[in-house]
């Protein structure tokens, strides 16, 4: 897969586009993640490690409404993609979000992959274009 | 050996000069302009404190994106990734409102957190973002203010020892808020990025550390790929001696040249330092290979050449030419020899080579080839007399016999032993190495001018240089000229004036009888 990310970013290829989607589309069944809206708030939570914040501060951080920040984080935590502190009691709806250490390895490898490809335009088009084929809605909560 | 109730960073060099590390809890700043290493040295300070100190750290960053940190830190050979899945170590993204608020808690989530992994040591990198939102008023100064203190109260509440980033900028309001953060610090460094020349220089300063000693004044600070932070003890920073220690001696020892034991009567005191000043192409560099090679072969003694003019090789090859063979005690580690390059010669960074050498090899013996290199290299004379002074005090210190090569720069005459550098009262021996012309030809003199404790010969003594190095010319079998040296006057002027008479009939005045 990598060779053909290499390839698609040189843009030598677009024959196996195709199949780049596919298997695109298969990652992000795997990890269970179906809205952009959750992918950027995981690809926060991952580039950052551990971020002691609120919902409103990514939100602010990445484009997004409050609301629609606190439901993928809500959602990716059920999902174990992130785990979370308790809240802190000094300052609103602040704790501290991380990678789950319990997501499997599969699952791990699964993000990986999507990270390695969202480090090209090509690739976050099409992991983007892909979520929106997945979940039409999704365009509704998109920047 | 860790003294109680210290933390050691573990950068190299640091803790030499804060004579071995800060008072546990101390509130650290670490403050500079951009680019002057301040996120470095933090990192560094929570890194080794994981790896050599096993104390387990947090890093609290606002802008920097930990993911950029980590891989930087990767091109040290620092794995923070691996430390984090160890639980030794945890970056944390915040901003500064939230970060302030939350400390702010009387259950923080963050010193729990702390408290939960033990972490001992934390950096915030930076905390002059803490007073971004504030306009620069005095009652928003205040508030910053108040803001520290909270937040080293909360620190030492954990017993944690907190290093704090703080970019200083040239408005009314950085420097003002420079100076809030430095009075509330226990511990002030200073960092700097400057241009010495067309080259870039880092440095370093304690500007105060609370309840310890430390060395002053501004010493030099390098960034190594795949090391680090490496810091350099200012040369002319005065020794931290054992006041047991002696400084001179009464033993002698042969040097092993008989050009010089002859002249100076028996061997020079060990741990004297001796000038030898001589025209280029006097036989300098050959008489201090010499008294290397002698010393290791006769008086077992170990020896360092330090030359910025020629390489090892070259060296070995030019002694190797008049019988002088150094390979094998190169090779076996007797003699060392050391070459630097002048081209942007940092003189802390050296120093500290030197003496790491000496230290490491027990040297007993050093030559430094020459004095006139370092003039060029180092370029300002206050900074070459330090680095002198501290090669003097520090061969002193050890009772090292130590032979300085000063190429003098007249040809024919000498008005003053070092003209651009007259610092010969220090040392303890003085040799003039001359060449005179007598005729049509030149011929190579030495005189020991001056010799500290000893009852020295005046003479000025006719040398040559072959198979074996430099040796004297007897007085009796002075084949050329016709007549010995004793037969001139003004020697040392290089433009001698032959007595009308000849003092003695000799061998020499047999040969001129002959002609």
């Given at each position: 897969?990598?060779?053909i990310l290499?390839l698609?970013?040189?843009n030598l290829?677009t024959?196996?586009?195709?199949?780049l989607?596919?298997?695109?589309q298969?990652?992000l069944?795997g990890?269970?993640?179906t809205l952009?809206?959750?992918?950027?708030?995981?690809?926060?939570?991952?580039r950052h490690?551990a971020?002691l914040?609120s919902?409103?501060?990514?939100?602010?951080?990445?484009?997004y409404e409050?609301?629609?920040?606190?439901?993928?984080?809500?959602?990716l935590?059920?999902q174990?993609?992130?785990?979370?502190s308790?809240?802190?009691h000094?300052?609103?709806?602040v704790?501290?979000?991380r990678?789950?250490?319990?997501t499997?390895?599969?699952?791990?490898h699964?993000?990986?992959?999507?990270?390695?490809?969202s480090?090209?335009?090509?690739?976050?088009?099409?992991?983007e274009?892909?979520?929106?084929?997945?979940?039409?809605?999704?365009g509704?909560?998109a920047? | 050996m860790?003294?109680?109730?210290?933390?050691k960073?573990?950068?190299?060099?640091?803790?030499s000069?804060?004579?071995g590390g800060?008072?546990?809890?101390?509130?650290i700043?670490v403050?500079?302009?951009?680019?002057?290493?301040?996120?470095l040295?933090?990192?560094e300070f929570?890194?080794r404190?994981?790896t050599e100190?096993?104390?387990?750290g947090?890093i609290?960053?606002?802008?920097?994106?930990?993911?950029?940190l980590?891989?930087?830190?990767?091109?040290?050979?620092?794995?923070?990734?691996?430390?984090?899945r160890q639980?030794?170590?945890?970056?944390i993204?915040?901003?500064?409102?939230v970060?302030?608020?939350e400390?702010?808690?009387?259950?923080?989530l963050?010193?729990?957190?702390?408290?939960?992994?033990?972490a001992?040591?934390?950096?915030?990198d930076?905390v002059?973002?803490?007073n971004s939102?504030?306009?620069g008023?005095n009652?928003?100064?205040?508030?910053?203010?108040?803001?520290l203190?909270?937040?080293?109260?909360?620190?030492n509440?954990e017993?944690?020892t907190?290093m704090?980033s703080?970019?200083?900028?040239s408005?009314?309001d950085?420097?003002?808020i420079?100076e809030m953060?430095?009075?509330l610090?226990?511990t002030?460094i200073?960092?700097?990025?400057?241009?010495?020349?067309?080259?870039?220089?880092?440095s370093l300063e304690?500007?105060?550390?609370?309840?310890?000693?430390?060395?002053?004044g501004?010493?030099?600070?390098?960034?190594?790929?795949?090391?680090g932070?490496r810091i350099?003890r200012?040369?002319q920073a005065?020794?931290?001696?054992?006041?047991q220690q002696?400084?001179?001696?009464?033993?002698?020892?042969?040097?092993g040249?008989d050009?010089?034991d002859?002249?100076?009567?028996?061997g020079?005191?060990?741990g004297?330092?001796?000038?030898?000043?001589?025209?280029s192409?006097?036989?300098?560099t050959?008489l201090?290979?010499?008294?290397?090679?002698e010393g290791?072969?006769r008086?077992?003694?170990r020896?360092?050449?330090i030359s910025?003019?020629e390489?090892p090789?070259?060296?070995i090859?030019n002694?190797?030419?008049l019988?002088?063979n150094?390979?094998e005690?190169?090779?076996d580690?007797t003699?060392?020899i050391?070459?630097?390059?002048?081209?942007?010669l940092?003189v802390?960074?050296?120093?500290?080579?030197?003496v790491q050498?000496?230290?490491e090899?027990d040297?007993q013996?050093?030559?430094?080839d020459?004095?006139?290199?370092?003039?060029?290299?180092?370029?300002e004379?206050?900074?070459?007399r330090d680095?002198?002074h501290a090669?003097?005090a520090?061969?002193?210190?050890?009772?090292?016999?130590t032979f300085?090569?000063?190429e003098n720069?007249?040809?024919l005459g000498?008005?003053?032993?070092m003209p651009?550098f007259?610092?010969?009262s220090?040392?303890?021996?003085?040799?003039?190495?001359?060449l005179?012309?007598?005729?049509?030809?030149?011929h190579?003199c030495?005189s020991?001018?001056?010799?500290?404790?000893?009852k020295?010969?005046f003479?000025?003594?006719?040398?040559?240089?072959g198979?074996?190095?430099i040796?004297?010319v007897?007085l009796?079998?002075?084949p050329?000229?016709a007549v010995?040296?004793?037969?001139?006057?003004?020697?040392l002027?290089?433009a001698p004036?032959?007595?009308?008479?000849?003092?003695?009939?000799?061998g020499?005045?047999?040969?001129?009888?002959k002609?």
């Open positions: 897969m990598i060779q290499h698609v970013e040189a290829i024959e196996p586009e195709q199949t989607e596919l298997t695109v298969t990652c069944l990890v269970g993640i952009l809206s959750e992918w950027d708030v995981l690809a926060f939570v991952y490690g971020t914040t919902a409103g501060q990514i939100a602010r951080l990445i484009g409050s609301t629609v920040v606190g439901g993928a984080l809500d959602r935590e059920r174990k993609l992130i785990e979370s308790r809240p802190s000094g300052v609103h709806e704790r501290i979000y990678i789950s250490a319990s499997n390895t599969e699952h791990r699964w993000i990986q992959q999507l990270f390695g490809l480090e090209s335009r090509a690739g976050r088009l099409l992991l274009k892909q979520l929106k084929s997945v979940r039409p809605d999704a509704n909560e920047r | 860790i003294k109680r109730g210290l933390t960073t573990g950068i190299k060099g640091l803790d000069i804060l004579l800060i008072p546990r809890a101390n509130v700043l403050q500079g302009p951009t680019g002057s290493g301040k996120t040295m933090g990192l929570i890194y404190g994981i100190f096993n104390e387990p947090l609290i960053v606002f802008e920097t994106n930990p993911d950029k980590t891989r930087d830190a990767c091109g040290f050979g620092w794995d923070l990734e691996e430390l984090q639980k030794k170590l945890q970056i993204f915040t901003s500064p409102e970060f302030d608020q400390l702010r808690s009387p259950d923080s963050l010193l729990e957190f702390a408290s939960e992994m033990g001992q040591r934390i950096f915030v930076n002059g973002l803490l939102d504030l306009s008023s009652s928003t100064r205040g508030g910053y203010r108040e803001l203190q909270q937040l080293t109260e909360s620190l509440r017993n944690l907190a704090f703080l970019e200083v900028g408005s009314a950085s420097i003002a420079t953060t430095a009075f610090a226990d002030v200073q960092l700097g990025r400057e241009r010495r020349g067309r080259r870039m220089h880092r304690i500007v105060k550390s609370r309840g310890q000693d430390y060395e002053a501004e010493h030099t600070m390098h960034i190594t790929d795949g090391e932070l350099f200012r040369v005065p020794l931290h001696s054992n006041a002696p400084t001179s001696s009464t033993m002698r020892s042969v040097i040249v050009a010089i002859t002249l100076i009567g028996g020079i005191f060990d004297s330092t001796t000038m030898v000043v001589g025209v192409g006097v036989g300098k050959v201090g290979t010499q008294i290397l090679r290791s072969l008086q077992k003694t020896g360092l050449l910025l003019d390489h090789a070259q060296i090859r002694a190797q030419t019988g002088l150094l390979e005690q190169v090779a580690g003699i060392r050391l070459f630097e390059s002048p081209q942007e940092d802390d960074a050296h120093y500290a080579r030197i050498l000496i230290e090899h040297v013996r050093m030559v430094i020459g004095m006139t290199s370092y003039s060029t290299a180092i370029g004379v206050a900074v070459y680095f002198f090669i003097v520090y061969s002193k210190q050890r009772l090292m016999t300085f090569n000063y720069p007249e040809f000498i008005s003053s032993y651009d007259p610092l010969s220090i040392v303890d021996n003085l040799i003039l190495m001359s005179v012309e007598i005729n049509n030809s030149l190579r030495i020991v001018v001056k010799s500290r404790g000893s020295h010969s003479d000025t003594r006719e040398f040559v240089i198979q074996g190095g040796s004297l007897p009796e079998q002075n050329i000229p010995p040296l004793q037969s001139y006057s003004s020697l002027s290089r004036t032959r007595f009308s008479v000849p003092k003695r009939t000799n020499a005045a047999a040969v001129q009888a002609e």
